[in-house]
Every structure is written in C-alpha cells, then in structure tokens.
C-alpha cells in the first residue's frame, strides 16, 4: 500500500474547480426557476380558461342558505331563484338533493334569455344536530354543475 505524503495542490486549481461548479450549480438555479415561473403561468392560464369555460348560464340570487333552528321532522320549504343571464334558451336538465331528506322540483320547461325561474326543494331533518345539504343543477348550457347549499340546525 502507498502512502501519499505531502502532496502540494495549488490552491488556484482548487479555486478555479469551485468556481467552475458553482458557476454551473448557478446556471442550473436559474434554469429550474424559469421554468418553473413559466410552468406557473402555464397553469394559471389553463385554470382561468376552466373559470370562464365554466360560468353558470345562469344567475343565482343566492346559491346558499341559512336556515337557523328548525324542528326535528319539521318539513320546510327552500326556494332557490335565478334569471337566465345566457343569450339563448336554458333548460335544467337535472337538479339533485345530496341525500333522500331533500327532494327537491324544477322546472321542465326552457328558460328564456332574461327570464327568471326558481328551484324548490323540501327537506325534513330526520335527526337532531347541526347539517349542511347541497343541491346539484345541471344545465343544457354548461358542463359544469352548479352546488346550492343550505345549513343549519335541527333542534
């Protein structure tokens, strides 16, 4: 086995060696941050095309509702109104209760470009406690679905 003693390494070749690996550690930072500002910017583009993509056809007067205190096995009555605010007839193609409590009605009908309509539904507690109950519209002029909601407490 040889034993290297004394071995003398200028200190400019050591330098010049560091320079040249944080130069390029540095380049490879400023390679990774343009890209990821870029897939940034890609991303957000693409969520705000979703956005607008997905604008309800529809105008909401209110989409959720506080309901306070209701009895146990109290049925009570929601209303949920709109105006159709497209440029051409809408027609609800399906509106669901997240559960059996809610049933919820609709109009069949189209909905004319300014007209205004309503959901109803009925929900009935079952059970005391605090709920939260949404309902799904969908619509002949959107892909997206729109969530209406209702709360509160059933004493």
Same mark, same amino acid.
């Given at each position: 086995?040889?034993?290297?003693?004394?071995?003398?390494?200028?200190?400019?070749?050591?330098?010049?060696?560091?320079?040249?690996? #944080?130069?390029?550690?540095?380049?490879?930072?400023?390679?990774?941050?343009?890209?990821?500002?870029?897939? #940034?910017?890609?991303?957000?583009?693409?969520?705000?095309?979703?956005?607008?993509?997905?604008?309800?056809?529809?105008?909401?007067?209110?989409?959720?509702?506080?309901?306070?205190?209701?009895?146990?096995?109290?049925?009570?009555?929601?209303?949920?109104?709109?105006?159709?605010?497209?440029?051409?007839?809408?027609?609800?193609?399906?509106?669901?209760?997240?559960?059996?409590?809610?049933?919820?009605?609709?109009?069949?009908?189209?909905?004319?470009?300014?007209?205004?309509?309503?959901?109803?539904?009925?929900?009935?507690?079952?059970?005391?406690?605090? #709920?939260?109950?949404?309902?799904?519209?969908?619509?002949?002029?959107?892909?997206?679905?729109?969530?209406?909601? #209702?709360?509160?407490?059933?004493?």
């Amino acid at each position: 086995m040889a034993v290297l003693e004394n071995i003398n390494i200028p200190l400019t070749i050591i330098g010049d060696s560091l320079t040249q690996v #944080f130069s390029a550690e540095s380049q490879i930072w400023e390679n990774n941050k343009f890209m990821m500002k870029r897939t #940034f910017l890609i991303l957000m583009l693409g969520v705000t095309v979703a956005a607008i993509a997905s604008v309800s056809p529809l105008t909401w007067k209110s989409t959720s509702l506080d309901l306070g205190e209701i009895k146990v096995n109290e049925t009570v009555d929601l209303s949920f109104e709109f105006t159709n605010s497209a440029n051409e007839t809408v027609t609800i193609l399906e509106a669901k209760g997240s559960c059996g409590c809610t049933k919820v009605s609709y109009s069949k009908e189209e909905i004319a470009p300014g007209e205004s309509a309503q959901v109803t539904a009925k929900f009935k507690s079952s059970k005391s406690g605090t #709920f939260r109950k949404t309902i799904k519209i969908k619509t002949s002029a959107s892909t997206e679905a729109t969530v209406l909601s #209702f709360k509160g407490t059933a004493i």
